[in-house]
């Protein structure tokens, strides 16, 4: 596949994750053998200050023109602090979406097990935690009539049918993907605006039976993330409710630079990290730059191209695993590793790792022919006979298989029995026996 992609770097650490960004998408298309080309453009405070608008024409049609936007932050304190100022950097987002049609924003949330001690919830409540966020993006207070002066100001929030139809369609659409569990947020005891969107949530409800629909007050919404976020599959709700759920919800993770997001609607597809500029933070190598790598493996996706993404997320996980972290998320003692530190430890990964996996799992599986077929010949050709998998199998990096050996019945041609791989999780497809849900697998073993 041949891509076209407009990068955006913007402001602050903008700039830094979207040269490791770029440099990840740039080692998976080499390894899957698609072509990639980047036009760089301008936006945010960085387009004020060269051109003075946070959002010119040049950079509308380079995204226009583009198969996908790869986005990273904008904001600056010199416009933050000026209530006074006219032009913002944020306008330039804005018009990002209004103009390229991006009515759906998607941000999933998750836990990842080595970082649920920097959550600030307890670990029973977030490991296991995995949802959606639907933020419709283009209309609400942030697109409605304004006005201001010395002694009144107001947003108006307003929506239409249109508009409420095609973003809750996205919400019914991806609960059906999932576990079928919709929970549309509003605050439909005081707000018209809200009460429309309920009630065309329900006239919709009837055209997805499958999926349980509920309905939230946003307050409630806000709440229930922090004492059962677990409870939630796809949450769907307007533009500023939205905006301030994502950030809530970024918090479970334990680090707003670990969540990607995609913004989709009428034109070119946006993928971005949910994090800010972090101005205080511009040039020092810091910057956590998984959310943007975590939004090209969105990307790849958006496409159908999902072993593209599941290299991504693997190397990703692989390099949590080996406490190759930016400094908010290390653990004590760690290595001191920058955004380009990682950055390049998980384009290396990629470059080789899948060799190594391939070359372990050719190990694994001759070492279990061989054990299976001695065991056959020891005892009966033709009886059922044991066969054991022990951790050795696995390589020096494995995880404990339940700090035991497992125990596992074949045929008279060495097939793992039907029922034995029932009840053991046994994968035929992967060679991975699978332990309470989760796969247990090599450290860097693909995805099933």
């Excluded at 190990?363 to 299976?372: D, I, K, L, P």
Aim: proline share 5%; with cysteine.
């Amino acid at each position: 596949m041949d891509f076209k992609i407009a990068v955006l770097a913007g402001d602050g650490i903008g700039p830094e994750i979207s040269a490791v960004g770029v440099d990840v998408m740039t080692a998976v298309c080499e390894k899957f053998g698609h072509k990639v080309s980047y036009e760089y453009a301008v936006c945010g405070a960085d387009a004020i200050d060269k051109v003075g608008d946070p959002f010119p024409e040049a950079t509308y049609q380079a995204c226009k023109n583009a198969d996908a936007v790869l986005f990273s932050a904008v904001g600056d304190p010199k416009f933050d602090n000026d209530p006074t100022a006219k032009v913002r950097p944020e306008q330039g987002l804005l018009a990002m979406r209004k103009k390229l049609g991006l009515f759906a924003n998607i941000r999933p949330v998750q836990t990842f097990k080595c970082l649920l001690h920097k959550s600030p919830l307890r670990a029973e409540l977030v490991d296991g935690a995995d949802f959606l966020c639907i933020r419709e993006l283009t209309g609400g207070m942030y697109f409605g009539e304004k006005y201001q002066d010395n002694d009144k100001a107001y947003d108006t929030n307003m929506y239409t049918r249109p508009e409420i139809e095609r973003i809750l369609k996205v919400g019914f659409e991806y609960a059906m993907k999932r576990n079928k569990h919709l929970t549309v947020v509003d605050k439909a005891n005081v707000l018209a605006s809200s009460r429309l969107w309920r009630q065309i949530a329900r006239e919709m409800a009837p055209d997805y039976p499958e999926v349980t629909t509920d309905y939230m007050y946003v307050d409630n919404a806000a709440m229930r993330m922090i004492q059962e976020p677990k409870f939630f599959d796809v949450m769907v709700t307007e533009n500023t409710f939205g905006d301030i759920l994502t950030d809530e919800g970024s918090c479970i993770s334990g680090s707003m630079g670990l969540l990607p997001s995609a913004s989709t609607g009428e034109s070119t597809p946006v993928f971005e990290p949910i994090h800010g500029s972090w101005p205080q933070a511009k040039g020092l190598n810091i910057a956590n730059p998984l959310a943007q790598i975590l939004s090209v493996a969105m990307l790849f996706e958006y496409f159908g191209l999902k072993e593209e993404g599941a290299l991504v997320r693997e190397a990703v996980d692989a390099s949590l695993d080996a406490n190759v972290r930016t400094p908010e998320i290390q653990a004590e003692g760690g290595a001191k590793y920058g955004t380009k530190e990682v950055g390049a430890w998980i384009v290396d990964y990629i470059k080789h790792q899948s060799l190594l996996r391939k070359e372990r799992d050719k190990r694994f599986f001759s070492t279990f022919a061989r054990r299976c077929i001695k065991s056959m010949i020891t005892d009966s050709i033709f009886d059922v006979s044991p066969c054991f998998i022990t951790n050795d199998d696995y390589g020096k990096n494995s995880k404990e298989l339940d700090g035991t050996h497992r125990r596992h019945s074949v045929d008279e041609v060495g097939r793992i029995q039907p029922e034995v791989r029932a009840a053991t999780g046994y994968s035929c497809q992967t060679g991975v026996f699978q332990s309470g849900g989760q796969c247990e697998r090599p450290r860097g073993a693909g995805n099933d």
